[in-house]
T-cell receptor
Framework: QQQVKQSPQSLIVQKGGISIINCAYENTAFDYFPWYQQFPGKGPALLIAIRPDVSEKKEGRFTISFNKSAKQFSLHIMDSQPGDSATYFCAASPYNQGGKLIFGQGTELSVKP | KAGVTQTPRYLIKTRGQQVTLSCSPISGHRSVSWYQQTPGQGLQFLFE???????NKGNFPGRFSGRQFSNSRSEMNVSTLELGDSALYLCASSLAPGATNEKLFFGSGTQLSVL
């Protein structure tokens, strides 16, 4: 019940295309859903986050779509660039436990020029 | 503003030894969390500290321990090292626990190799 399942494991997108990464969870106590980006040799960096009271949040080229009834959320990267090539992690945490993130397995994104 | 600082960056130990990793959070951040990252298990939560008290603990054996000092700096210790403890250990800090302060900022980690 503590798992967050992420797909796909790897993704190849052409420059300018849309990258879509999906996550699903089971624990209804989760109420905070961030996405992290990690480059080799670096720690994860927060990209964007959402709470279940909204269905979509957009920040620049990054959009989270959230479906509370299906217990699914996804990251859309519009106009993908080679510099977006990295590993992306979805995560979730229970209410008021933001330091305790349950991470998905990660998606390795490669954006081809 | 300096980010989360972890030392050392790389560490090589042998089985049975113990190791201590250090983390300095972002100035003003009072909550520190630790994570283990491996290719097989991904990112797994170890523990979280706030005001020198362990607030949350993940599903790791008692060989993994941590502490936080009054200046919010934190250390984690792994005793009786096993080969499977080889991993990237990440520290993350946030302002404080609570719904409005949940942005975690990660350091670059300490890469531990157990031989």
């Amino acid at each position: 019940q503590q798992q967050v399942k992420q797909s796909p494991q790897s993704l190849i997108v052409q420059k300018g295309g849309i990258s879509i990464i999906n996550c699903a969870y089971e624990n209804t106590a989760f109420d905070y859903f961030p996405w992290y980006q990690q480059f080799p040799g670096k720690g994860p960096a927060l990209l964007i986050a959402i709470r279940p009271d909204v269905s979509e949040k957009k920040e620049g080229r990054f959009t989270i779509s959230f479906n509370k009834s299906a217990k699914q959320f996804s990251l859309h990267i519009m106009d993908s660039q080679p510099g977006d090539s990295a590993t992306y992690f979805c995560a979730a945490s229970p209410y008021n436990q933001g330091g305790k993130l349950i991470f998905g397995q990660g998606t390795e994104l490669s954006v081809k020029p | 503003k300096a980010g989360v600082t972890q030392t050392p960056r790389y560490l090589i130990k042998t089985r049975g030894q113990q190791v201590t990793l250090s983390c300095s959070p972002i100035s003003g951040h009072r909550s520190v969390s630790w994570y283990q990252q491996t290719p097989g298990q991904g990112l797994q939560f170890l523990f979280e500290y706030f005001s020198e008290t362990q607030r949350n603990k993940g599903n790791f054996p008692g060989r993994f321990s941590g502490r936080q000092f009054s200046n919010s700096r934190s250390e984690m210790n792994v005793s009786t090292l096993e080969l499977g403890d080889s991993a990237l250990y990440l520290c993350a800090s946030s302002l404080a626990p609570g719904a409005t302060n949940e942005k975690l900022f990660f350091g670059s980690g300490t890469q531990l190799s157990v031989l």
